[in-house]
């Protein structure tokens, strides 16, 4: 049941990064050129965040077992700030039920120090994203680091004693051949990082990337060879002793990220920083996304919600099943009612019997799960309970 008592997850988001990639529509502004400018903004961000952190914790009885620092990239803060972030995130929710404390980081933005400051901080999991291991597609992408310097911060990742690695990953990307996406797959496998994400490129209205697109600068690869590479990822990874649990992630036994679990067993959540949203109460909030807006309305009322909306029952139980199916386990019949308090065939048996017919869906009496060619396809099966 998803109330204030069983929050037990926690994300907080970053908004900063060196320079924009040229795909990305995530809310994420790169750093103000002039140093003496960005530290500014980042330290008034900071004592925004850790307001929010400190009102969070008074409001919410959030019994803390997973924490996910994303963004952005939060580790384009400096060391000092860094560890400030670190400090009052601890300071509030490092509690002894923590099991997964996860940030994210950019190759291009790590090294022996930082890594010794998350280490310091108790933080447990690293996502990586390195998104290619081919210098001229991290160009095309506009990531800030070579192939080479990714390779490079997994190591000292690991040097450093982190155990729980993710490597993002990205394919579909324009001109990348089927052999070169095989080669970001083995290259990934011999690095063996715990997790492995692996995303489809999307071109995203406005990002530079959908302009080259639209001006015919760049061609998009083919769908079918889009899938093929979705194929490839899914039987080479498991091949390789990584499991696939969600539609995009894989991860060796035991090694799933908890904390992703929750958003898709669309279990309650507290959202810190700017554009973040929460779940908490059967109330989706989310926060001012400038960060100007977002810091002055912390400074002023404490708060920086802009938007909420309280979730109709059968809202919540279509998202509930949308959600729940991006996860090849599914869901049984009694998870769903015991969840939503909706009967899984009473509310969808007919669409479920169509889908189901036509191989995108399994149903074996309990749990219901995508199939193998529903997988492929899961966006328009999804669409089917919304
Ligand atoms: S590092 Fe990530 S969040 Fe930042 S611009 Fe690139 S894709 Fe966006």
Redesign the pocket.
């Known amino acids: 049941m998803n109330n204030t008592n069983s929050i037990h997850s926690l994300y907080i988001h970053i908004p900063f ?5 040229n ?2 529509d ?1 809310n ?1 502004i ?1 750093a103000p050129s002039r140093e003496k400018e960005s530290v500014r903004v980042f330290d008034e961000y900071i004592e925004a965040v850790a307001k929010e952190l400190r009102v969070g914790s008074c409001e919410l009885r959030v019994t803390t077992k997973t924490v996910y620092i994303g ?3 939060p580790t384009s803060l400096n060391n000092e700030q860094l560890d400030r972030l670190l400090g009052k995130v601890g300071m509030y929710y490092n509690t002894p039920l923590l099991e997964e404390y996860t940030i ?1 980081a ?1 190759p291009g933005t790590l090294d022996e120090e930082k890594i010794n400051i998350l280490r310091q901080h108790k933080i447990n999991r690293i996502s990586l ?1 390195v998104q290619s291991f081919h210098d001229r597609t991290l160009k095309l992408l ?3 680091h070579s192939a080479e310097e990714a390779k490079r911060a997994f190591m000292l990742l690991r040097e450093g004693g982190f155990k729980n690695i993710n490597i993002d990953l990205i394919y579909g990307c324009p001109e990348q051949s089927l052999e070169e996406w095989r080669e970001d797959l083995e290259t990934v496998c011999a690095l063996v990082p715990e997790h492995v994400s692996t995303y489809c490129l999307s071109y995203e209205d406005g990002t530079p990337l959908k302009n080259a697109l639209d001006n015919g600068n760049i061609k998009r690869l083919d769908e079918r060879d889009e899938l093929k590479m979705y194929k490839l990822a899914r039987t080479f990874l498991k091949k390789n002793g990584y499991r696939h649990y969600e539609i995009s992630n894989f991860a060796k036994d035991g090694m799933m990220c908890r904390h992703n679990i929750v958003y898709w067993r669309n279990e309650g959540y507290l959202g810190i920083g700017a554009g973040a949203f929460s779940y908490t109460n059967r109330c989706r909030t989310s926060n001012e996304k400038d960060v100007q807006r977002y810091i002055e309305a912390i400074n002023f009322k404490g708060k920086a919600a802009c938007f909420s909306e309280q979730l109709l029952p059968e809202k919540r139980a279509g998202e509930t099943l949308v959600m729940t199916l991006r996860m090849l386990s599914g869901i049984t019949t009694e998870e769903f009612l015991n969840t939503t308090g909706f009967d899984l065939l009473l509310t969808y048996g007919e669409k479920i019997a169509r889908l189901v017919k036509m191989g995108l869906l399994s149903f074996n009496g309990k749990r219901l799960r995508l199939t193998q060619k529903g997988l492929s396809v899961a966006d328009s099966v999804m669409v089917e309970f919304v």
């Open positions: 990064c060196e320079k924009k990639c795909y990305c995530f994420s790169p963004g952005g990239t994210e950019n994203g506009g990531r800030i």
